[in-house]
């Protein structure tokens, strides 16, 4: 089971960026997927969430209108579309798959927003 996490790095206030995280070894199409992050000395949160067909999506307060997740279930990859991103959204992404007692972590990806 592989899940490779992209597309983080430096962004200055109100910038963009688009997290992909790209899936193997496992039945993608049939898991729940979500995107997390960890800043330093903070605890691991939720960022977004959604089911397996893509119908339904969760999004954390801190990050609700700003964010939006999608996947592709041709492609075995989850996207976070993350806009007007502030200082606070530094973190260490990472994606999530989850089916009734099998979860599996991605490695992380560095979000820096800085000017």
């Known amino acids: 089971v592989q899940l490779v996490e992209s597309g983080g790095g430096l962004v200055q206030p109100g910038g963009s960026l688009r997290l992909s995280c790209a899936t193997s070894g496992f039945t993608f199409s049939t898991y729940a997927m979500s995107w997390h992050r960890q800043a330093p000395g903070k605890a691991r949160e939720l960022v977004a969430s959604?089911?397996?067909?893509?119908?339904?999506?969760n999004y954390a307060d801190s990050m609700k209108g700003r964010v939006s997740i999608s996947r592709d279930n041709a492609k075995n990859t989850v996207y976070l579309q993350m806009n007007n991103l502030n200082p606070e959204d530094t973190a260490v992404y990472y994606c999530?798959?989850?089916?009734?007692?099998?979860?599996?972590w991605g490695q992380g990806t560095q979000v820096t927003v800085s000017s």
């Open positions: 959604i089911g397996s067909t893509g119908g339904i999506t």
């Open positions: 999530k798959a989850a089916r009734f007692f099998n979860t599996y």
